[in-house]
């Protein structure tokens, strides 16, 4: 067979071959274009969204907290359409169009979260006349129009221990910080309804030296929080041993080595997450699973996000792009807002000798002075308001950021060997600065707990 006649046979077979080769490679890199250009919507879209959320509540006090709140996550999620349709910036696309395969969207707070999902709004048709009778009759006929977004009931971190018989049921609301609400019933005996801190309480002996440490106290808030925060401690751990409920008993039993604040290790700690996980974990598979949608799964780095923090879960499944679908899911966290405040949510000031003008991490080495005073971080975004107008963020702090615990700059203080009055002055500032601020919050996200109605049969709240 001659030469040209090979040539010709292998162009004939491998020029279609190379041509549906390019054009489905050509595809693919559209398809992935395409699925990138859906992951930075989604992406802008969460966090445009949280700063809504964030710009709404850290200016806004609160006069009726639920309704305000609801109504600033409304707005706030109003805005995930708005951005996710201009963010695709497909012809022809509106927020109803790409809200469509939106299948829920969480915005977990302080206590509990929302679910925004779809449901089947209808509307009902009175039938007035009879065609045969003409007499004038009243039936409903319910008929289905649309799927419409809607914020769904707001759920609390709950959890119910009971024994066998359900003669003793204690409720435990979580929340993202060592704040606990309890509502505790023994058949025979009064209901018991409390609400406060969890701290873990010192020897009599050790209490008023501990506060005494602390420094001044004006209005006497720092002295509040503390005895109060033991006082319902005690009460709690009480509770829990009388109860015979061992399970919760073993988890919740406030000790030196089980406790309840943030960012520690502990069987409490385990439990929260635990519940928290579980509670949103449910709701959302059945949110999603109404309308043939699925919940993916979160990885243990998601859920450390969600489990600590105020923030948006937003999900959009059933895209085509080219020959697969789209479905993702992102996170956005909301640093600024007036939910829960942490220890590295505080920012300190230095004043007196060496002072400078700027406000720093705890572990700083450049926060100096006789005198060290915390403030929330929000305090320094909102500069006139807190009387901080002249103070600047420490170059340091920002370029060096890490863990603002206390317990990672005491082990930081104890590497350098830093003398024993220097770690005292930071820790006095630390732990009064978080109790103030706890304190200033106490109403502002605790109106369910704090502010509404006491429980009609005995009980203390």
């Not at 949608?293 to 499944?317: G, S, Y």
Request: with cysteine; charged share 25%.
């Amino acid at each position: 067979m001659k030469l040209q006649n090979l040539i010709i046979i292998f162009l004939a077979i491998a020029l279609p071959v190379i041509i549906i080769l390019s054009v489905y490679v050509n595809y693919q890199v559209d398809t992935a274009a395409l699925r990138e250009r859906y992951n930075d919507a989604l992406l802008n879209a969460a966090h445009e969204t949280i700063a809504a959320f964030q710009i709404n509540t850290t200016n806004d006090e609160y006069s009726d907290v639920a309704d305000s709140k609801m109504r600033d996550i409304q707005a706030a999620l109003n805005t995930f359409g708005e951005t996710l349709a201009t963010e695709v910036g497909a012809s022809g696309s509106s927020r109803s169009i790409m809200m469509a395969y939106v299948p829920a969207l969480v915005f977990t707070l302080y206590d509990g979260y929302y679910i925004y999902s779809p449901t089947e709004r209808i509307w009902e048709v009175d039938q007035i006349q009879d065609e045969e009778t003409g007499l004038i009759e009243y039936e409903k006929d319910w008929k289905p129009v649309d799927l419409v977004h809607e914020l769904k009931s707001y759920v609390h971190y709950t959890k119910q221990y009971t024994n066998a018989g359900k003669t003793k049921i204690l409720n435990v609301n979580f929340t993202l910080d060592n704040f606990l609400s309890v509502y505790y019933y023994e058949s025979g005996k009064e209901f018991q309804s409390r609400a406060g801190y969890l701290e873990v309480v010192p020897e009599e002996r050790d209490r008023e030296r501990f506060l005494t440490s602390l420094g001044p106290d004006d209005d006497g808030h720092i002295r509040k929080y503390y005895e109060e925060a033991w006082e319902f401690t005690e009460w709690f751990n009480k509770q829990l041993s009388e109860s015979g409920l061992q399970d919760a008993k073993e988890a919740l039993m406030i000790t030196e080595a089980n406790q309840a604040l943030p960012d520690i290790p502990s069987y409490f700690n385990d439990e929260k997450h635990e519940v928290i996980r579980k509670s949103i974990t449910d709701n959302l598979i059945q949110a999603m699973s109404v309308y043939g949608n699925e919940m993916p799964e979160l990885n243990a780095t998601d859920w450390d996000l969600v489990l600590n923090n105020v923030c948006l879960i937003a999900f959009m499944q059933g895209i085509p792009t080219g020959t697969t679908v789209y479905n993702n899911y992102t996170i956005a966290v909301s640093t600024e807002n007036k939910e829960i405040v942490r220890g590295s949510d505080i920012y300190f000031i230095g004043e007196g000798v060496d002072a400078d003008q700027y406000y720093h991490r705890i572990w700083c080495p450049h926060l100096k002075g006789d005198k060290i005073t915390g403030y929330n971080k929000t305090d320094f975004k909102n500069q006139e308001s807190a009387g901080h107008r002249d103070t600047l963020a420490c170059y340091y702090c920002m370029v060096n950021a890490s863990d603002a615990t206390w317990e990672y700059a005491s082990e930081l203080f104890a590497s350098q060997n830093k003398a024993p009055d220097y770690i005292r002055l930071r820790k006095n500032a630390y732990d009064v600065a978080l109790a103030r601020e706890k304190i200033k919050l106490v109403p502002l996200k605790h109106s369910g707990f704090i502010s509404g109605s006491k429980p009609t049969t005995g009980g203390d709240w």
